[in-house]
């Protein structure tokens, strides 16, 4: 029969010759089989039975060790029992993030481990105002740790769950400040694994390696339920142990002939940067034939060079496997074909509306944002492209994500007002993400709150920051874009913050070039480039760009940004006084001078390097025009850069 619900799949599954490996060195590994899961699962849920938790009730999981982790998971699930998922971070936000969710939980439980609650209590006596205090007291008075659990050999009775009773609930990441909780019943598992074991095929021949947190919907649903489900042999490694050591994740991944990988952006990049010039060593990645590559948006560089590093470890490039889901799908919602090399396309960056119709460019064009396809929905869920009224739109056209099945979310626990927000009027769930369907292939381009609108025109701040990183010195991770406004302003301008600790000259230099590359690549005009000590990221790693935003609007970067024009205004000052300003030069100086207010331009000023916008190109290049009719085509501009380059251009068509 097949299983409707968790506490189905752990019966059917608990005989089965099959184990969980958990990964904690290099030779440190430990089996646990299913049927050893299943009985300490039961043997904890009769302590939290115990504490008094019941059917029904919430119990938040904040634990470092995976295996700690997954015994307490499921013996939440064989109780009724809801578990939540909480990452633990090491900064206060994360600590106010764990109570602004108990709140919202009720009266939670809280199963932890005693090094936690120490941390947690003395947080609560130093920061806590006297609303969190009292949030962890109840907190703390309906806890277990871990550490701490006696004998658990009395076994538990397993309750009878309902497909549509709730399995867990995912927090968000935490990107602003009101984590929403997603709730996903039984149902909804089982349709997502249904539905991602018909697109990938998954089968007992498989073995897994996964280093996603648990805390996460790719590390939890895809790469333990997903699993689990389909009796692969799982292996897992803490987050932290891929941090440390990167290397030791294909090592393994080799070691235990593993068939599916996963990994973000993030990871290769990370796996790359630490592997440098060496060579991978003596791998053997032959039976590897998927890598998920899904969490954030994708990037083609990474993936080709990713490939081509590890090509010669038999790494077949068809394993790419980029995909596209989210929490409130249960996990995923599109893949490609198995077997399949990945496809990309290029589309203008400039013509990337709602309800606009893309435009495909060649590779090589200057416009091109590479996109890759994430392929087409997976049975059981559905996926349309919307306008901002959500009626559906032609193939090809830009606009909202939304979805609807089995796997998806009723809605946002205790959040009302939420929920009728995300719905559509016809029961589609609105996703939060903008895309395309180009062929019958899925194309993602960005979240719609992220969207930064320029000159009427929509960009994406991942497009943008890919852009920057082109500049000697940076590195993906290290830049962050967005709409950000000043103190005193009236509308949000284009602000860069990267991720610097050291000389402001030095940094001068590469604020400079990134300035030029986006400017030259997108016409978009940079307001500032703010030097920044941290990139405040989620535990799951997104970037959190509203908080960015809010210290550069209340001034806390403005001594900085002072010293910076001031070390600007010394360096123009010295180069203009070396160069001439006689006749067209003298001229053009006077143009840009008077088209670009606030600033000093001269001979040796590289236009798109101090920002100048394509709207202000446009307008000098008008007035040169008027001056000079015809002689001058605005592409000019962009061959000759600078004042002194545009001034011997233009006297050499004079002649």
Known sequence: MQARTLTQLMAQNRDAPRSITFHNGENDSRQLSFAQLNDRALGLLHHLQQLGAKPGDKIILLLNSNEQFVDAFWAAVLGGIVPVPVAIGISDEHRHKLLRIARKLGSPY????????????????????????????????????????????????????????????????????EPKGVVLTHANLIANIDGSTQAAGFNENDTSLSWMPLTHDMGLIGFHLVMFANRVHAHLMPTELFVRRPLLWLSIASQVRATILCSPNFGYRHYLKVLGERSPGNLDLSTVRLIFNGAE?????????????????????????????????SLAVSFPPVGRAYRAVQLNRHKLAVGTRAEVLQRASRDALGLVSVGKAIPLCELRIAADDDTPLADGHIGHIHIRGGNVTGGYFNAPEVNAETFTADGWLRTGDLGLVLDGETYITGRYKEILFVNGQNYYPHDLEAIAQRAPGMELGKV???????????????????????????????????????????????????????????????????????????????????????????????????????????????ICNSVLVGRTITREDNLFEIGASSLKLIEIHEQIDRDYPGTLDITELFDHPTVGELATHLASKLK
């Open 297 to 329: 948006p994708i990037s083609v560089e990474l993936c080709e060079e990713f490939l081509a590093r590890l090509s010669s470890q038999s790494l077949d490039r068809n394993a790419m496997f980029p995909v596209y889901g989210l929490a409130e799908a």
């Open 480 to 590: 962050v874009v967005a709409g950000a406004r000043p103190p005193g302003a009236e509308t949000d301008q284009l602000v860069v913050f990267m991720l610097h600790r050291g000389d402001l000259a030095e940094f001068l230099q590469v604020a400079t070039e990134a300035t030029r590359l986006i400017n030259e690549h997108t016409g978009l005009e940079v307001a500032d480039v703010v030097p920044v000590n941290r990139i405040p990221k989620t535990t799951s790693g997104k970037i959190q760009r509203h908080l960015l935003e809010s210290q550069y609007a209340e001034g806390e970067f403005a001594a900085a940004l002072a010293q910076l024009a001031q070390l600007r205004a010394t360096r123009s000052a010295s180069v203009g006084a070396a160069g001439g300003s006689e006749g067209l030069e003298a001229q053009l100086l006077r």
């Open 110 to 177: 809280l199963y932890t481990d005693r090094r936690m609650v120490d941390r947690l209590d003395a947080f609560s006596a130093a920061n806590g105002n006297a609303e969190d205090q009292s949030t962890f007291a109840a907190l703390r008075a309906r806890s277990l740790c871990a550490d701490e659990v006696p004998d658990i050999s009395i076994k538990a009775q397993a309750y009878d769950a309902k497909p549509e009773d709730i399995a867990f609930i995912q927090f968000s990441s935490g990107s602003t400040s």
